[in-house]
């Protein structure tokens, strides 16, 4: 790193503050200085236009040396881990360039910090990395490129153990009743297991558990947010047309008490099939008065 100390006609003084090897076209950053020249070139112009014409994909890169000139290194992680959160939320594709295994141009092996950052990279969420030096100029790009490739699919591996189809309907149930806004999760239950496990996701709705069991029903008063319902209507001979009217009983129920108004979503959760331990199945309706 050079930090300038004196401007003359044809040459720049400096001073170097950090030594290394000194390359030729080399970025410059200014910092906290406005400029009277344009930000971009009549090509830049010009493949900008380009782009837009043929729509080309839109996406975001994190050029990490740039970045690290612009602010404070150590706003450099949360700075990260922030435009890679928003595009994930854009679902718009974001790779991470420069900095990711400096060390691989000059040695063989890479530090345990850099595979430490690769992985971390893919945890938050980025789409991508990109080599830039290590490959360009570095004396091992094919050693760095298979450290990156096994660093990365290790990453991935570190993935949540897999779910059940009880918890996975769960997960789903409070997702969408938070995206929707529901006014009330309705679950038919006959263990009253299903209900304990979207209470174990703490959605910001009441959890209405109907069932035709009573001791079920007061032991289900023990779990957070679980509203239970006794359903005393005998049996259907059509399983589908009971699992119905137990729906629409509680939506009416909780209509009459004010916990959910005509027009409000709702999400129900229930089985494929008569009997305890089938419930896979999340759907969104809309409270009516008549069922």
């Known amino acids: 790193m050079l930090k300038v100390e004196m401007i003359s006609a044809t040459t720049l003084t400096c001073k170097i503050e950090r030594g290394g090897f000194l390359g ?16 971009f070139t009549e090509k830049d112009k010009r493949d900008i236009e380009m782009a837009v014409k043929n729509q080309t994909a839109n996406g975001i890169i994190v050029t990490r040396q740039e970045l690290g000139s612009d602010i404070t290194p150590k706003k450099l992680v949360i700075a990260q881990k922030n435009m890679i959160a928003r595009a994930n939320k854009a679902n718009i594709p974001v790779l991470i360039s420069a900095h990711l295994l400096s060390s691989m141009r000059y040695k063989k092996i890479p530090l345990r910090a850099e595979l430490l950052d690769i992985g971390n990279c893919i945890l938050d969420g980025a789409d991508g990395l990109i080599l830039t030096a290590e490959t360009a100029v570095g ?25 059940d189809q009880v918890t996975g309907t769960a997960l789903a149930a409070v997702l969408a009743a938070q995206r929707v806004l529901a006014a009330a999760i309705v679950v038919v239950t006959s263990t009253g297991n299903s209900a304990q496990v979207i209470a174990k996701y703490r959605p910001r709705c009441p959890i209405m558990a109907v069932t035709r069991y009573a001791p079920i029903a007061r032991k289900l008063h023990l779990w957070r947010g ?11 001979v059509d399983w589908q047309n009971d ?49």
């Open 24 to 39: 030729s076209y080399k970025d410059v950053f200014v910092p906290n200085v406005t400029f009277a020249m344009s930000n």
């Open 139 to 163: 004396l091992y790009p094919e050693e760095t490129v298979a450290y990156l490739a096994g660093a990365c699919k290790e990453a991935e591996a570190c993935t949540p153990l897999p779910c």
């Open 226 to 236: 679980i509203m239970p319902i006794v359903y005393e209507e005998s049996p259907d």
């Open 243 to 291: 699992l119905d009217k137990r729906v629409n009983y509680c939506i009416k129920w909780a209509i009459a008490r004010g916990f959910v108004r005509i027009g409000d979503p709702v999400v129900i959760v229930s089985g494929w099939r008569q009997g305890s331990g089938f419930t896979n199945t999340m759907r969104i309706v809309y409270a009516v008065a008549e069922g």
